[in-house]
């Protein structure tokens, strides 16, 4: 199974801050990355997919980067309502695996 | 529009069993294959299992091998998980998930607890 590894666990930062979260797969695959945002009792919100396209209705302060191991997803202007936890995944395989999760505040 | 709802989840002794389904809607639900993603209590993201369109091939988390079978009748665009030998571990928000062709699409997800 491909482990994902994200960093960091918890992230601090103020309003209007670049913030930058990262993962990284135990192998390489095909960019079929995910990055989701999940606040308390609902369902994860997908924001990136295929590792860059930005998913429709989702603020362009959000995006994705990345190829082979090594993914990022960047806030590049920290809003209050971006606290929440952020999930990266890939879907390459057919066992999924996704990332720890980064608790995102404001300071 | 797609669409997934859960269905199915409740409180259930450990040792008990429980049978989840999905609804799905908004696409051609035979021609992609599905998964269960759960989540328990605090807790991160934990895929389940997977089938194939035709549901001729099914993968499983370790944890759940054994125990937990996915199906589907795609006559009726319905999803399922059997969930038998339930334990205090299994607690959690079970997610229909499909895959898409580009993207997943997630439903709202079904608790079940185990306790």
């Known amino acids: 199974d491909i482990q994902m590894t994200q960093s960091p666990s918890t992230l601090s930062a103020y309003v209007g801050d670049r913030v930058t979260i990262t993962c990284r797969a135990s192998q390489t695959f095909s960019s079929w990355l995910a990055w989701y945002q999940q606040k308390g009792g609902e369902a994860p919100k997908l924001l990136i997919y295929?590792?860059?396209i930005l998913e429709t209705g989702v603020p362009s302060r959000f995006s994705g980067s990345g190829s082979g191991t090594d993914f990022t997803l960047t806030i590049s202007s920290l809003q209050p309502d971006d606290v929440a936890t952020y999930y990266c995944?890939?879907?390459?395989?057919?066992?999924?695996?996704f990332g720890q999760g980064t608790r995102v505040e404001i300071k | 529009e797609v669409q997934l709802v859960e269905s199915g989840g409740g409180l259930v002794q450990p040792g008990g069993s429980l049978r989840l389904s999905c609804e799905a809607s908004g696409f051609t639900f035979s021609y992609y294959r599905m998964n269960w993603v759960r989540q328990a209590p605090g807790k991160g993201l934990e895929w389940v299992a997977n089938i194939k369109q035709d549901g001729n091939e099914r993968y499983y988390v370790d944890s759940v091998k054994g125990r937990f079978s996915i199906s589907r009748d795609n006559a009726k665009n319905l999803l399922f998980l059997q969930m038998n030998s339930l334990r205090d571990e299994d607690t959690g928000i079970y997610y229909c998930?499909?895959?898409?062709?580009?993207?997943?699409?997630w439903g709202q997800g079904t608790l079940v607890t185990v306790s």
């Open positions: 295929k590792a860059s």
């Open positions: 998930v499909l895959r898409g062709v580009s993207k997943p699409t």
């Open positions: 995944q890939q879907y390459d395989t057919y066992s999924w695996t």
